[in-house]
């Protein structure tokens, strides 16, 4: 069993950063892929950012050249820093984890971009 905990989220203006946290219970990002998922109001949970064991990260089309997923496994902790925040950024973040086929979710952190 897994327990991620997000932070970080809250209110920044337009072209604004933020680092959000995802720790875990135990060191699960070092043995398996860890992702960051958002979800606006009204809309689907969307993938952003997967980080596999490896350390290879992929992002989704409108984040590209704006945020950034890392990973420190010493703090059992995975990352996404964003920067030149936009409006459309607004949504919930949330951790992501899959290990022995089981999905593992954190309760998520708001962001919200608004001048």
């Known amino acids: 069993q897994v327990q991620l905990v997000e932070s970080g989220g809250g209110l920044v203006q337009p072209g604004g950063s933020l680092r959000l946290s995802c720790t875990a219970s135990?060191?699960?990002?070092?043995?398996?892929?860890g992702s960051w998922h958002r979800q606006a109001p009204g809309k689907e949970r969307e993938l952003v950012a997967v980080l596999d064991s490896g350390g290879y990260a992929t992002y989704e089309d409108s984040v590209k050249g704006r945020f950034t997923i890392s990973k420190d496994n010493a703090k059992k902790t995975l990352y996404l820093e964003m920067s030149s925040l936009k409006p459309e950024d607004t949504a919930v973040y949330y951790c992501?984890?899959?290990?022995?086929?089981?999905?593992?979710w954190g309760q998520g952190t708001p962001v919200t971009v608004s001048a």
């Open positions: 992501y984890a899959r290990y022995n086929n089981l999905n593992y």
């Open positions: 135990w060191s699960v990002f070092s043995i398996a892929s």
